[in-house]
């Protein structure tokens, strides 16, 4: 009986370790965008940010400058926001793992791009969501998307999945489901999203709420609490901690529960937004991966003499080997389908010769903004623009020259719009512009004013180029196709009407 719980005390100890990096291995492989995609990268720079430097002070900036690649994502809209060297306050939520870990992952993830940011002090996740709806910080990392969140912030793709796991004091039992735990009371941080998962499944478990991991920890070591639900990153080097041995990982939760975590910022600060997602796509899911195993470490020293059970810990590693092994066995199978799913990632959202969006990514855009007008009784316009005597540009100069012509023109366009409207190209020759909160009389001066501003423009090649323009307000009950259709008619008065002009 002795040696089988000593066995068990080992597997379960080392079952931490485990679940730990498993937890981000199969969480990480999120896409990045590949090479061959960077025009002129034939060097392309796949080097990990340095970030020692971040350990010294939470008010260390960086001075990054964009990466060369980096550059070919962007617009001129975004250039300029990154080239204003505006420092960014990133939210700095504590984090057992490391104090500095949430300026560290943010910068793992966008120091490439040349933003500059700075953290605050150490502060709890329910303040932390106070700072960033309040403009007190503009980054919010570990967020997790939420229906309500979602009104009031702006979420990057997950850079990480991680496994939420019960803690409670060392002479709790083990148990596999939570439905053998539904009378006890746990200890959770506030606005915890976890809370509201498990109560739509459980809604009998009691939750008391404090504003830390070590004021979780304190409740359940006093026995005011039986335990608490936390990441397996937030929670793993507590038990490096002498005085948190009485503590112990009793349960796993499902995959359901898994902590999904995102780069969060306010709505109104969209630029931002698209710099981060960018930078995410761009970012080697590898990386992430080394950040989040090596914050998740575990050692243990506990009061066993291994000479009496070798063969038990010889199996223990035989077995953390062959996982390990089997884990690379997978990544390397996975490596070509990667590949493909970043390429996809990005065709799914740019067109590669205007670098605006393209119109399976505006189809979306338009399901969004159709929604929120419908929700809060808002306008919402669209503008459609064909270039003028464009195939004659094509037969007289030829294809090369039409092309820098669509994309000086999609440059022009976009310098020309709020942060908030949406540019893509929509046909050959043809763009789309949603305009949300815009009726038809603002609508109809925003295109007048990007007619004016092509008219003036001069190009290198062909001199002067005009442009069609048809406007449409949408209304209620009024689906996608109606109103596209709208826009469509009106731009072919512009046409019947002699061209360089606007017509609603």
Request: glycine fraction near 2%; proline fraction near 3%.
């Amino acid at each position: 009986m002795t040696i089988c719980k000593a066995v068990l005390f080992t597997v379960i100890k080392c079952s931490v370790v485990v679940m730990a990096n498993f937890a981000v291995l199969s969480s990480t492989s999120y896409a990045a965008i590949p090479d061959s995609l960077n025009p002129g990268s034939s060097n392309p720079d796949t080097s990990k940010p340095n970030l020692s430097n971040t350990d010294s002070s939470v008010k260390t900036k960086n001075t990054a400058n964009p990466s060369p690649h980096m550059l070919e994502l962007f617009t001129e809209a975004e250039k300029n926001f990154i080239a204003s060297k505006k420092v960014l306050i990133v939210c700095n939520v504590l984090q057992q793992a490391s104090e500095n870990a949430s300026l560290k992952i943010v910068r793992l993830i966008a120091e490439k791009s040349g933003l500059v940011f700075e953290a605050t002090p150490l502060i709890a996740w329910a303040k932390a969501l106070e700072e960033l709806n309040s403009g007190n910080c503009d980054i919010l990392p570990w967020a997790t998307k939420t229906v309500a969140r979602s009104e009031y912030m702006n979420f990057t793709r997950p850079y990480v999945r991680i496994k939420r796991v019960v803690i409670t004091r060392q002479q709790e039992y083990y148990f596999r489901d939570l439905d053998e735990v539904v009378d006890r009371v746990f200890v959770m941080l506030r606005s915890n999203h976890a809370v509201a998962q498990i109560r739509n499944n459980y809604p009998n478990i009691k939750f008391v709420y404090v504003d830390t991991i070590q004021d979780e920890l304190d409740y359940i070591a006093e026995g005011k609490a039986f335990g608490t639900i936390v990441s397996i990153y937030s929670a793993a080097n507590l038990f490096n901690n002498e005085h948190k041995r009485e503590l112990k990982v009793s349960g796993v939760l499902p995959a359901v529960y898994d902590d999904i975590a995102s780069l969060a910022t306010t709505k109104d600060n969209a630029l931002l937004h698209r710099i981060l997602e960018k930078s995410l796509l761009a970012t080697d899911p590898r990386h992430i991966e080394e950040f989040m195993t090596e914050g998740a470490v575990v050692s243990f020293n506990p009061d066993v003499n291994y000479q009496k059970y070798w063969w038990a810990v010889l199996t223990v590693i035989f077995v953390v080997s062959v996982l390990t092994w089997w884990n690379r066995y997978l990544k390397n199978l996975n490596a070509q389908l990667t590949d493909s799913k970043r390429k996809l990632e990005l065709l799914s959202v740019t067109d590669p010769l205007t670098k605006t969006y393209n119109r399976l990514k505006m189809d979306e855009v338009f399901t969004q903004e159709i929604r929120s007008s419908k929700r809060y009784c808002s306008p919402l316009s669209v503008i459609m623009i064909d270039i003028d005597y464009f195939k004659r540009i094509n037969d007289q100069f030829g294809h090369t020259v039409g092309d820098r012509v669509l994309e000086k023109i999609a440059q022009l366009t976009k310098s020309n719009l709020r942060t908030n409207d949406f540019l893509g190209r929509w046909g050959g020759e043809e763009f789309l512009i949603i305009c949300p909160s815009t009726d038809i009389k603002n609508v109809h001066v925003t295109a007048e004013k990007l007619r004016v501003t092509l008219e003036k423009t001069k190009f290198p090649e062909v001199d002067n180029v005009t442009a069609s323009f048809g406007v449409a307000e949408w209304k209620v009950g009024e689906n996608q196709e109606s109103l596209i259709s709208r826009a469509d008619s009106a731009l072919y008065r512009s046409k019947n009407a002699g061209r360089n002009r606007v017509s609603d």
